[in-house]
């Protein structure tokens, strides 16, 4: 089965380039090597009208997979379950589930600073959520992630701090996706090209994708020129781990044939695989 993912990034701090977004790179990556197949990346800021627009546009192109990082705190600008819920035309609810979750961080904390932590209105809004929405518990921090189905789109909502996103992602978010993809296995391997330049690979590429067009061959220059080095990455999604090995193992050598010929050097560098 095909599972494709569309992930949107909500932050202001993204867009001013205060912070890098680690967030999106490092889910594209996971979901990669569960051998789904990410669509679509959006960073946009912390405004209302450009969150529910931008979840909107999301949802109608199809994926199987809204991801959403950020925008989950107790502050002002924290704006995602707001947006969600306009986008969708729903209701903000207390849910009990997520009310209960920020409770008991909130007594775990009291417990370990001796400190008494009150539910203000600001805490009680990470449990404030779209109707419909499911709670999924945040191993790592305070902030619930959020579930919401919308026709054939799973929507998940995680916070922007990196710790916590991994957390609920590995726990809660992983087994969905590799419920979606099935039995499919993603495979990858890079080779290092020396001394062969970037414009003289292109239509070796080119051929090689043509030759086995499940084979995907991304070139990433890492040396300048006159004495180049290129990455070139090698990946496929198949039914099994040894047809999609045999896949990237073809190309290779077709493309590394080549490359010999033409006096380069090559140096083979990794693999990356994940069945299920």
């Not at 999106?24 to 627009?53: C, M, Y």
Request: proline residues 6%; glycine residues 6%; charged residues 20%.
């Amino acid at each position: 089965m095909a599972c494709s993912v569309a992930i949107l990034s909500v932050g202001t701090e993204l867009l001013i380039g205060k912070i890098a977004d680690t967030n999106a790179q490092w889910i594209a990556r996971r979901v990669t090597s569960l051998s789904g197949s990410v669509k679509r990346i959006l960073i946009i800021g912390d405004n209302l009208v450009d969150i529910s627009k931008s979840v909107e546009d999301s949802v109608s192109l199809g994926p199987t997979l809204l991801i959403i990082t950020g925008g989950l705190g107790p502050t002002f600008d924290d704006m995602t379950l707001q947006g969600l819920a306009n986008a969708f035309n729903a209701s903000l609810r207390l849910n009990p589930e997520a009310e209960t979750m920020v409770r008991e961080k909130y007594l775990k904390y009291e417990q370990e600073t001796g400190r008494k932590i009150e539910l203000t209105p600001e805490r009680l809004k990470m449990a404030t959520l779209p109707e419909g929405s499911r709670a999924l518990r945040n191993p790592a921090g305070t902030a619930p992630g959020v579930l919401l189905q919308q026709g054939l789109t799973t929507i998940i909502a995680l916070p922007g701090v990196p710790k916590e996103m991994m957390a609920i992602f590995e726990e809660s978010v992983e087994p969905i996706v590799k419920k979606a993809v099935g039995n499919l296995s993603f495979y990858a391997e890079s080779v290092n090209v020396f001394d062969i330049i970037e414009s003289e690979l292109a239509p070796w590429i080119e051929e090689t994708m043509r030759q086995y067009p499940k084979v995907y061959i991304k070139s990433h220059p890492k040396a300048p020129e006159p004495r180049p080095l290129i990455e070139l990455h090698f990946s496929t999604t198949s039914q099994t781990l040894e047809a999609a090995k045999e896949e990237v193992g073809n190309s290779v050598a077709k493309i590394s044939g080549t490359i010999l010929k033409h006096n380069g050097r090559i140096q083979e560098m990794s693999s990356q695989q994940l069945d299920h």
